[in-house]
C-alpha cells in the first residue's frame, strides 16, 4: 500500500481477521461487497457466493431472517426495511391485478391503508371480515379471491382470532394465509404450526425490544419466500445492516422480555378491571390464546376511561410512562389509538370498531410491576375523578 496520506485515507479499512473470530456477528455496514476477479463475480451468479450489493442481500439481513424463521419453524425468511416493508412484500409475492383479498376487520392501520388503498391501485379489491360473528369463509370467498390475512392478536384492541379455525378455512377455499405475529411473537404462538403460509412481524416491536430499530421480517413457504425477496430487491425494501444487526442482537433477549412482559401485563389487566375510572379493559383470555403454544395472554392492555374526555388529563398526569405511538419496548409505554395509529378510519369505522377518544392502549415493560400499577393508579385519579 502507498505511504501517501491521501490514498492511505481511502484504504484504512482491516482485513477480515479470520484466526480472531469475533464472538458476536460483526456490523457488515456495506453497500457493496469487493471481489478478487471476474470469476468470483460469476460465482455470485451461478449461486455460488452469497453477496455481491447489499440491496440484493447482506449478512446481517440474513442472519435476522434465519433467525426470525427457525425461531417461527418456518421454511425461509427475508428481512425488510420495515414492518410495512415486509406485509407489501408478502402479499406482492401472491398478488396480481383482478385478485381479492379478505382480511380482519381490526387491523393495525398501516396495513389498512396499504391494502384499501395501495393495492386498490392495482385493480386488487378487498373484504373485511368481522371475524367474532363470521364462522366460516364460504360466504366471503370470490373466484379471484387468493388470500386471507390476519393478525394473531388485533390492534389496539387485542382480540384473539381462531387461527387454527381459520387457516383450516382458507386452505378448504384453497387461499393463501398471511399472519401478523407482530404482538404475539413466536414466544407465543406460531402460526406456520397451523399451516399458515406466510408470517410476517414488525420486527420494530418485540422482535428488536428496545424500540431503537425500525425492520420487518417476512417467514413462510420457500417459494413464496424466494419471490418476497426478488419484491424487495426491486422495490428497494432491503433492511440496513446496522438496523438487522440490532433486531438481531434484541432478538437474543426475546424470551426472557415476553416472559416478564405477559406477566406484569396480566397483572395490570387485573388491576384495570377492577379500577371505577376504568369502563372497559381489553385483554386476550384464557379461553382465546388456548391454541397458544406458551400459556400467557401477551404484553399487550387497551383499556377505555370511563369519562372519555378525561383522557387528555390522563396522558398528562403519567410521570414515566411515556406517551409514544408504537410498543413492545422494554419500558412500559401508553399510545392513543384514535389520534395516531387508526386516524385514517372514517368517523363511522370508528364508531363501528370502538377505536374512541377513551381508548388507551398500554404497552406493558418489564419494570416491577407494583411501579407500573403504583404510576397508572395516580395517573387514573384525576382522570376518574
Ligand atoms: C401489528 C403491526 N403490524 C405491522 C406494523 C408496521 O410495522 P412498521 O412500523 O415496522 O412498518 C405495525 C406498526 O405499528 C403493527 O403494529
Known sequence: ?????????VHISHAPLAEEASKVTPIYQTSVFAFPGLEEVEQYYEGKRNYLYTRNGNPNQAELAAAVASLEEAEDGVSAASGMAAIMAGLLAVLSPGDHILAADQLYGGTYSLLAKELARFQIELDLIDLQRATSLAEFVRPTTKLLYLETITNPLLSVPDLPHWIREAKA????????????TPYLVRPIRYGADLVVHSATKYIGGHSDVTAGVLVGRADLIRRAREVIVNYGASLSPFEAWLAARGLKTLA??????CDNARKVAEFLRSHPAVAQTYYPTEEETAFFHCRKQGAMVSFRLRDESSVYAFYRALRWIKLAPSLAGVETSVSHPLTTSHRSLSEEQRQASGITLGLVRLSVGIEAYADIIGELAAALSPAGA
Open 173 to 184: 377455499h384453497g387461499l393463501v394465509t398471511m399472519i401478523d405475529n407482530t404482538f404475539a
Open 256 to 261: 426472557l422480555r415476553m416472559e416478564r412482559q
Open 1 to 9: 500500500m502507498s505511504e501517501r496520506f491521501e490514498t492511505k485515507t
